[in-house]
Nanobody, 117 residues
Framework: QVQLVESGGGLVQPGGSLRLSCAAS????????MHWYRQAPGKQRDLVAS???????SYVDSVKGRFTISRDNGKKTVTLQMNNLKPEDTAVYYC???????????WGQGTQVTVSS
């Protein structure tokens, strides 16, 4: 089973930027579908962005145009570039891996993002 480790969270002012990274173990990273989720206090965990093994991306409407998901199959990493951050982006962000045609459900430990003045 793949292991995922997130990094890059922190405190940022509204309008600022953060770059989250997710490092994966194992040799099969290039065939996983990768996702970023977030969960604010008292709310459910919601999908933010996804990227396929060949680089096709999708985003929730609330982050479209501000966030960019990307992957580097050689480094086995997934990145979420977050620009023009808003207070409502405050949440714990989780990296998630699923299989394209096979069973996989792996989660990272989460990294806190706080957007505040």
């Amino acid at each position: 089973q793949v292991q995922l480790v997130e990094s890059g969270g922190g405190l940022v002012q509204p309008g600022g930027s953060l770059r989250l990274s997710c490092a994966a173990s194992g040799s099969m990273f290039s065939i996983y579908v990768m996702h970023w989720y977030r969960q604010a206090p008292g709310k459910q965990r919601d999908l933010v962005a996804s990227i396929s093994p060949v680089g096709s991306t999708s985003y929730v409407d609330s982050v479209k145009g501000r966030f960019t998901i990307s992957r580097d199959n050689g480094k086995k990493t997934v990145t979420l570039q977050m620009n023009n951050l808003k207070p409502e982006d405050t949440a714990v962000y989780y990296c998630h891996a699923t299989g394209a045609g096979f069973r996989l459900d792996a989660w990272g430990q989460g990294t806190q993002v706080t957007v505040s003045s």
